[in-house]
């Protein structure tokens, strides 16, 4: 893991830093692409968001590997009962991730086994998803959702930039909590309104890696959500 990329606040706990305030989602399914990716803009990024498309198709060790370039974040929307769940965490962090997302329908139980499992190291709740089918189920419980990672100790939340009013009324809840919001850019939604909404971080997958030249990409992003502050 690279440890230029962390800073050890004051509890003494493994929090992600807060620079660029973007992060790559890196949702490719070959080992060569993602390392060429993960190189390119491992200086820009603030972490490196790597889930099933990747891991599926190149293994667990791809955390490892984009380690070296970047703080990962495990996005496996863990979403089961508190044994498996602290078992599924504890397995990402062995292998130098340095966050992990869950999902929070499945109670704060097994939210708390996450924080738990995950020793002082970030894990992110889903409140609500970007895409269109994400107000159906979501939405009506968003706010309990929210209220639940808090008591859990969850680091943040995952919130939609497709929705910036969305993001405004989460971020009304969230307190302290950290809030990434995916959806800017092949979704429809923009960074600058997600950070002006209240957004802390926000994730991009296509635009950067399907970008030509990745880094430029990455690069352009970073700068629309500096000019944004
Ligand atoms: O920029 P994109 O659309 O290519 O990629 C967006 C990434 O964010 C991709 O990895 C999605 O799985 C993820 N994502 C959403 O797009 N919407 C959500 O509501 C939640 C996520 C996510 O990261 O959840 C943790």
């Known amino acids: 893991m690279s440890s230029k990329c962390y800073t050890l606040s004051c509890t003494g706990e493994d929090k992600m830093k807060q620079e660029s305030r973007l992060i790559l989602a890196l949702d490719v399914t070959e080992e060569e692409k993602a390392l060429h990716v993960s190189r390119d803009v491992g200086d820009i990024v603030d972490a490196i968001k790597v889930g099933y498309p990747l891991v599926l198709s190149c293994g667990l060790d791809m955390v490892s590997k984009i380690a070296e370039h970047s703080d990962v974040i495990c996005d496996f929307k863990v979403a089961d009962i508190p044994n498996t769940n602290r078992l599924i965490v504890e397995n990402v962090f062995k292998k130098g991730a340095s966050g992990v ?12 086994a996450c924080v738990k499992a995950a020793g002082g190291k970030d894990v992110f709740v889903v409140v609500e998803m970007s895409h269109p089918g994400g107000a159906e189920f979501f939405q009506p419980v968003t706010d309990a959702l929210v209220k639940l990672a808090l008591e859990a100790g969850a680091t943040g939340v995952i919130a939609p930039a497709t929705r910036p009013d969305r993001v405004a009324h989460i971020r009304s809840l969230a307190g302290n909590m950290k809030i990434l919001t995916p959806g800017v850019g092949a979704q429809g939604g923009s960074a600058a309104s997600a950070i002006n909404s209240g957004a802390d971080y926000v994730i991009v997958g296509r635009s950067i890696y399907q970008a030509e030249d990745p880094k430029e990409a990455a690069q352009a992003i970073a700068d629309e959500i500096k000019n944004s502050l």
């Open 101 to 112: 997302i869950a999902q929070g329908f499945v109670g704060k139980d097994s939210i708390e």
